[in-house]
């Protein structure tokens, strides 16, 4: 079996143990976080959720055999970067391909940080425990699946004062896949509004308030996944592209519901997404489900995590009966795997 897909299975089987709605179980002292182990965890799930090795967990926390960890048990799971600043300290975890991730600032209460082409606005938080919480700005940052693997400049700009800075991109480790597709479904990809589509999906999103969750619930319950987010694929004999999202099989009507509460900002047919429906989670971030036979929800409409918003089907670019999944941050799409272990705030 090739590397790459024992590695896309494993990580599969490794969402698919999330329960409903587990707690927050990660903290950060100094520039290390740590975790909190929840029952059924395991250290594959760990290290897809957190952008490590099962090796470097095992390493990092002197294990000897890595199959065996407890409930309660807390870990180091990721060796943080801490760098001084004039007035404080920032400390963030290593950038990959694909992922979000998080930024902390110490000693500032405002600002905005400028990386690959995006400025996020940094917000108040705490990080460490709540008895001994810190107070700090933060932001929420995404990579593209496709940025190369490299250096970027990073510029934060905090209470008007310009530090620049430099994050190296890990790669994300994607496989790949073809899509045999018929006729029909390949003049989809040729539509000349493929393009417009696109971007009335992003400009969806809007980019103010506050989160409003911690930890991804389970869109339906039954389904299995097929295909994950960043696999690197070939439509017919058009394009070779990648994979946006996480797709879900499951029965046409199966419902489906929101992984978490928000806010309705898109509820239409498209073309291509097919019966669509976007939610907006706060801080830039929105998840998309596409591909529905039906919609329940309208635009506008404040929605609880958990609440049915539409019926699983096959409508648009689709192959068969499924839930596409999708995550954008600051209309960039990330991987939603990891928000179903948890959200890297503070």
Same mark, same amino acid.
């Given at each position: 079996?090739?590397?790459?897909?024992?590695?896309?299975?494993? =990580?599969?089987?490794?969402?698919?143990? #999330? *329960?409903?709605?587990?707690?927050?179980?990660?903290?950060?002292?100094?520039? !290390?976080?740590?975790?909190?182990?929840?029952?059924?965890? /395991?250290?594959?799930?760990?290290?897809?959720?957190?952008? %490590?090795?099962?090796?470097?967990?095992?390493?990092?926390?002197?294990l000897k055999d890595?199959?065996?960890?407890?409930? *309660?048990?807390?870990?180091?799971?990721?060796?943080?970067?801490?760098?001084?600043?004039?007035?404080?300290?920032?400390?963030?975890?290593?950038?990959?391909?694909?992922?979000?991730?998080? $930024?902390?600032?110490?000693?500032?209460?405002?600002?905005?940080?400028?990386?690959?082409?995006?400025?996020?606005?940094?917000?108040?938080?705490?990080?460490?425990?709540?008895?001994?919480? !810190?107070?700090?700005?933060?932001?929420?940052? +995404?990579?593209?699946?496709?940025?190369?693997?490299?250096?970027?400049?990073?510029? $934060?700009?905090?209470?008007?004062?310009?530090?620049?800075?430099?994050?190296?991109? +890990?790669? *994300?480790?994607?496989?790949?896949?073809?899509?045999?597709l018929s006729p029909?479904?390949?003049?989809?990809?040729?539509?000349?509004?493929?393009?417009?589509?696109?971007?009335?999906?992003?400009?969806?999103?809007?980019?103010?308030?506050?989160? !409003?969750?911690?930890?991804?619930?389970?869109? $339906?319950?039954?389904?299995?996944?097929?295909?994950?987010?960043?696999?690197?694929?070939?439509?017919? /004999?058009?394009?070779?592209?990648?994979?946006?999202?996480?797709?879900?099989?499951?029965?046409?009507?199966?419902?489906?519901?929101?992984?978490?509460?928000? #806010? &309705?900002?898109?509820?239409?047919?498209?073309?291509?997404?097919?019966? +669509?429906? &976007?939610?907006?989670?706060?801080?830039?971030?929105? !998840?998309?489900?596409?591909?529905?036979?039906?919609?329940?929800?309208?635009?506008?409409?404040?929605?609880? =995590?958990?609440?049915?918003?539409?019926?699983?089907?096959?409508?648009?670019?689709? %192959?068969?009966?499924?839930?596409? $999944?999708?995550?954008?941050?600051?209309?960039?799409? &990330?991987?939603?795997?990891?928000?179903?272990?948890?959200?890297?705030?503070?």
């Amino acid at each position: 079996m090739p590397r790459f897909l024992a590695l896309a299975i494993l =990580g599969l089987l490794a969402l698919a143990q #999330v *329960g409903p709605n587990p707690p927050q179980r990660s903290h950060l002292e100094g520039a !290390t976080l740590w975790h909190t182990v929840a029952p059924g965890e /395991t250290l594959f799930s760990l290290a897809r959720r957190y952008g %490590t090795t099962v090796e470097e967990l095992a390493r990092l926390n002197g294990l000897k055999d890595p199959s065996r960890i407890r409930a *309660g048990q807390v870990l180091r799971v990721r060796p943080g970067v801490e760098v001084a600043l004039p007035r404080g300290s920032l400390v963030y975890f290593p950038p990959i391909q694909g992922r979000a991730f998080a $930024l902390w600032v110490e000693g500032y209460t405002w600002g905005y940080a400028e990386f690959l082409g995006v400025r996020y606005p940094l917000v108040p938080g705490e990080k460490g425990h709540k008895v001994r919480a !810190t107070p700090v700005a933060w932001a929420l940052l +995404a990579v593209g699946a496709l940025v190369e693997p490299k250096g970027y400049p990073l510029r $934060l700009v905090l209470e008007g004062e310009e530090i620049p800075l430099s994050l190296q991109v +890990a790669p *994300g480790g994607y496989g790949q896949e073809t899509l045999v597709l018929s006729p029909s479904l390949e003049g989809l990809l040729q539509d000349p509004s493929l393009k417009a589509e696109r971007a009335r999906v992003a400009g969806a999103c809007p980019r103010e308030g506050p989160l !409003t969750f911690s930890r991804f619930l389970k869109p $339906l319950e039954g389904g299995r996944i097929t295909s994950a987010f960043g696999t690197r694929r070939r439509y017919g /004999t058009l394009l070779t592209s990648y994979h946006e999202g996480l797709d879900f099989a499951a029965p046409p009507g199966t419902p489906v519901r929101a992984v978490a509460g928000g #806010v &309705v900002v898109l509820s239409e047919r498209l073309r291509v997404r097919g019966e +669509a429906v &976007v939610l907006s989670h706060g801080m830039g971030l929105c !998840t998309g489900y596409w591909h529905l036979s039906e919609r329940r929800v309208r635009v506008g409409e404040r929605v609880k =995590g958990g609440q049915v918003i539409g019926l699983l089907g096959s409508t648009g670019l689709s %192959t068969g009966p499924h839930l596409h $999944l999708e995550v954008r941050l600051f209309g960039i799409p &990330v991987d939603p795997a990891p928000f179903f272990q948890g959200l890297p705030s503070p």
